[in-house]
């Protein structure tokens, strides 16, 4: 297969980790790899992929200072046109999904979106996706074509260690006309303290155990310890120490985070109908007959007061 | 006001509304939220104004406790526009995810709880004292069909009382049958969310499913359940009791015995669909004075003005965005005041919400609220 290109991703003066995973990803697959990086003066950028991949083509133009779908998808077109590679990665990204499927549909060429894996068979990709959130794997092959699309997840495959010392060769902006139908403005971040408990990944959820309101700052400093947010049962919400949006249960919100600590939650139907898309869940509750032993994969029968600081120190201690 | 106008409140009844404002006077959520049932009456005769009507967030509040009704001076049913307006909503599928996940249970797992069907039965494992609940085939006669309700049949907190429903039925030895797990949601809560189409699913498929046993009377385990199936029901030509009505008739008629001490100060608190709504105030008061040990106590706000506990009307899926102390939590204080240590109840949702006041409350260790079935299966 001839080679692959994988579309490098940047924001705000970072090169997104997705870049890495996908030039490691496609190093894999036995075909000359080629990062294109898209940016405005990104010479460490250029650098970085240029050891995860044989080649680099980089464009250093004003217009690609920030995203923009528009002139991304110009700009590949051009380039996929020249180089005809085999197959194109892009990171299954809020950037990748505004951009891979416009691009696919313009060239008319196979694709799909949120990959996980990626292998060669008869010179041609053959690839996994994930159903029903994650219990089947999906084989997907593709109708022939020169070049493949893929949208690729982001930590599907851990970055490699790079190595490599891939030629950059600096390209003129391969796009002549100036895009106008969409424009950069400006970045809008989220507002601190505003977290949507449905796509924590880890959440420490607070019940009426922990008594007092002053006893918050130890679930906040066990929360810190763990990368988790804080998330809450009804009582909690109603006595006012955490806000509404971190309200678990029926009528609050479902979450599915991989790791659901409910501290000195005592586990009333109502609440745990809105884990049930949690991986794994662990309790601490001083009443051996609390029903939230009942849906806990792990539990710690013990005063919560006792446990919390134990394992917020355990945690710091283990990260150094 | 063209000829046209005025069909919305016409068909919930309302045209005759003088806007004298003792609804919205007595509403107990208006000190919570800034729901105005009269000023929704009036509005609602436009309409051309309905569409804005319906996407204020007050419409939610509600929790059709019943009391605007019964201050009415004209006999009307206020609350029931805004019944209307959650239908216009739940029609273009634009409600809160919380309430549409309910509904769409209701319809795929015949109850609101997002669990199977098939573990519609899990209550009955297990019950102290009786081998094995009967479940009646089409065609069986039994006095009694008891109705378990969605949240006793699936609640771990709630199963207690279907236990107890049936213990009771097996030591007064009443000729009860259970349908068993093909029993379903009743439709009340899915026509308070505004799914009227699906709450007449509810009414067909359950007419139809009780007319297969060859029963005298239906007893329901909640006031929800009761009300939906004796007064919204089109076709049921089967009498319709509470729990509470069957137990002070099997109590006076000395089938059942109640040995045991309770021996604490009991409050009762009414649940609208059982009081309000349906005026059983005092088979309850009846039980509970039958109690060895028990002594009764009044809130001042009881029968007829009792406070609601924010249970019903869907509000067990729908949070309002008041930040103001819930009911539930003001009527445990009311109770502790009374010296209460026991604050009892006949309705699972009054029970869920009493509770979870308790516990914010922090007075866990100081009183405890409890069902009817849950003291009747101790003093038995």
């Known amino acids: 297969m001839s080679d692959i290109f994988v579309l490098a991703e940047h924001r705000q003066d970072e090169l997104r980790e997705v870049t890495l995973e996908m030039l490691t990803m496609a190093g894999g697959l036995g075909s000359p790899v080629t990062a294109v990086l898209f940016g405005s003066g990104v010479n460490d950028f250029a650098d970085k992929c240029a050891s995860f991949a044989d080649k680099v083509i980089y464009v250093d133009d004003p217009t690609y200072e920030n995203f923009n779908s528009a002139a991304y998808q110009a700009a590949l077109v051009e380039l996929i046109k020249a180089e005809k590679p085999g197959l194109v990665l892009i990171g299954n990204t809020g950037q990748g999904a505004d951009l891979a499927p416009s691009l696919a549909v313009e060239l008319d060429l196979p694709y799909s979106s949120d990959i996980i894996a990626v292998t060669i068979e008869n010179d041609k990709p053959v690839a996994t996706r994930q159903y029903y959130g994650g219990k089947i794997d999906g084989r997907i092959e593709f109708k022939d074509a020169d070049t493949y699309v893929l949208?690729?997840?982001?930590?599907?495959?851990?970055?490699?260690?790079?190595?490599?010392?891939?030629?950059?060769?600096?390209?003129?902006?391969?796009?002549?006309?100036?895009?106008?139908?969409?424009?950069?403005?400006?970045?809008?971040?989220?507002?601190?303290?505003?977290?949507?408990?449905?796509?924590?990944?880890?959440?420490?959820?607070?019940?009426?155990?922990?008594?007092?309101?002053?006893?918050?700052?130890?679930?906040?400093?066990?929360?810190?310890?763990?990368?988790?947010?804080?998330?809450?049962?009804?009582?909690?919400?109603?006595?006012?120490?955490?806000?509404?949006?971190?309200?678990?249960?029926i009528s609050g919100k479902t979450v599915k985070p991989k790791l659901y600590l409910a501290v000195g939650i005592s586990g009333a139907f109502q609440h745990v109908t809105g884990i049930k898309g949690a991986d794994l869940v662990v309790a601490i509750n001083k009443d051996p007959d609390a029903p939230i032993f009942q849906y806990a994969d792990y539990g710690i029968v013990d005063d919560l007061f006792k446990v919390v600081p134990a394992l917020t120190d355990k945690l710091k201690g283990m990260k150094g | 006001m063209s000829i046209e106008q005025g069909t919305f409140v016409q068909k919930y009844d309302l045209l005759g509304c003088i806007q004298c404002g003792r609804c919205t006077?007595?509403?107990?959520?208006?000190?919570?939220?800034?729901?105005?049932?009269?000023?929704?009456?009036?509005?609602?005769?436009?309409?051309?104004?309905?569409?804005?009507?319906?996407?204020?967030?007050?419409?939610?509040?509600?929790?059709?406790?019943?009391?605007?009704?019964?201050?009415?001076?004209?006999?009307?049913?206020?609350?029931?526009?805004?019944?209307?307006?959650?239908?216009?909503?739940?029609?273009?599928?634009?409600?809160?995810?919380?309430?549409?996940?309910?509904?769409?249970?209701?319809?795929?797992?015949?109850?609101?709880?997002?669990?199977?069907?098939?573990?519609?039965?899990?209550?009955?494992?297990?019950?102290?004292?009786?081998?094995?609940?009967?479940?009646?085939?089409?065609?069986?006669?039994?006095?009694?069909?008891?109705?378990?309700?969605?949240?006793?049949?699936?609640?771990?907190?709630?199963?207690?009382?279907?236990?107890?429903?049936?213990?009771?039925?097996?030591?007064?030895?009443?000729?009860?049958?259970?349908?068993?797990?093909?029993?379903?949601?009743?439709?009340?809560?899915?026509?308070?969310?505004?799914?009227?189409?699906?709450?007449?699913?509810?009414?067909?498929?359950?007419?139809?499913?009780?007319?297969?046993?060859?029963?005298?009377?239906?007893?329901?385990?909640?006031?929800?359940?009761?009300?939906?199936?004796?007064?919204?029901?089109?076709?049921?030509?089967?009498?319709?009791?509470?729990?509470?009505?069957?137990?002070?008739?099997?109590?006076?008629?000395?089938?059942?015995?109640?040995?045991?001490?309770?021996?604490?100060?009991?409050?009762?608190?009414?649940?609208c669909y059982l009081g309000k709504k349906n005026n059983i105030f005092d088979e309850p008061r009846y039980i509970l004075s039958q109690m060895p040990g028990v002594e009764p106590l009044e809130f001042l706000r009881s029968r007829e003005r009792s406070l609601c506990c924010e249970g019903g009307g869907g509000k067990m899926w729908v949070e309002s965005e008041s930040k103001e102390q819930r009911l539930a939590e003001t009527r445990i204080m009311d109770a502790k005041d009374l010296g209460?240590?026991?604050?009892?109840?006949?309705?699972?949702?009054?029970?869920?919400?009493?509770?979870?006041?308790?516990?914010?409350?922090?007075?866990?260790?100081?009183?405890?609220?409890?069902?009817?079935?849950?003291?009747?299966?101790?003093?038995?």
């Not at chain 2, 309700?149 to 429903?165: E, F, S």
């Not at chain 2, 209460?340 to 100081?366: H, Q």
């Open chain 1, 151 to 249: 949208a690729i997840r982001e930590a599907a495959t851990p970055a490699g260690e790079g190595g490599k010392s891939g030629e950059i060769v600096k390209t003129d902006n391969p796009v002549t006309t100036e895009i106008t139908v969409k424009r950069f403005l400006e970045y809008v971040e989220a507002a601190i303290g505003e977290v949507d408990i449905t796509q924590s990944t880890a959440l420490v959820a607070v019940g009426r155990g922990i008594r007092e309101d002053k006893n918050m700052p130890i679930m906040e400093e066990l929360a810190q310890a763990m990368g988790a947010d804080l998330a809450a049962s009804r009582a909690v919400v109603d006595a006012g120490w955490l806000p509404q949006d971190r309200q678990v249960g």
């Open chain 2, 340 to 380: 209460a240590k026991i604050v009892a109840v006949s309705c699972p949702f009054c029970l869920l919400t009493l509770e979870d006041a308790l516990k914010v409350k922090g007075l866990e260790e100081e009183m405890r609220v409890a069902d009817i079935l849950e003291l009747l299966g101790e003093a038995m």
């Open chain 2, 25 to 271: 006077g007595g509403c107990p959520v208006t000190v919570r939220t800034e729901l105005n049932v009269r000023k929704f009456v009036n509005d609602t005769i436009e309409d051309d104004r309905l569409e804005e009507l319906s996407e204020k967030p007050e419409i939610w509040d509600c929790t059709t406790c019943n009391t605007c009704a019964l201050r009415c001076p004209k006999g009307l049913d206020p609350f029931e526009v805004l019944l209307g307006l959650r239908s216009m909503r739940a029609e273009e599928g634009n409600i809160q995810p919380t309430a549409r996940d309910a509904l769409e249970s209701m319809f795929n797992n015949g109850n609101p709880w997002g669990k199977p069907a098939a573990r519609r039965v899990d209550w009955m494992e297990g019950i102290e004292g009786v081998e094995k609940v009967r479940i009646l085939e089409p065609g069986e006669k039994a006095d009694v069909l008891i109705h378990i309700c969605c949240t006793a049949a699936y609640d771990p907190r709630i199963m207690p009382l279907a236990k107890n429903l049936v213990r009771v039925m097996e030591a007064a030895g009443v000729d009860y049958g259970f349908i068993g797990v093909e029993e379903k949601h009743c439709g009340s809560e899915a026509r308070r969310l505004g799914e009227e189409g699906l709450f007449e699913y509810f009414d067909e498929e359950n007419t139809e499913l009780f007319g297969r046993f060859d029963v005298n009377r239906l007893v329901c385990l909640s006031p929800h359940c009761m009300n939906t199936f004796k007064n919204e029901y089109q076709n049921l030509n089967l009498p319709v009791m509470h729990y509470t009505e069957l137990v002070a008739e099997l109590i006076e008629d000395k089938k059942l015995e109640l040995k045991n001490e309770i021996a604490a100060p009991v409050v009762f608190h009414d649940p």
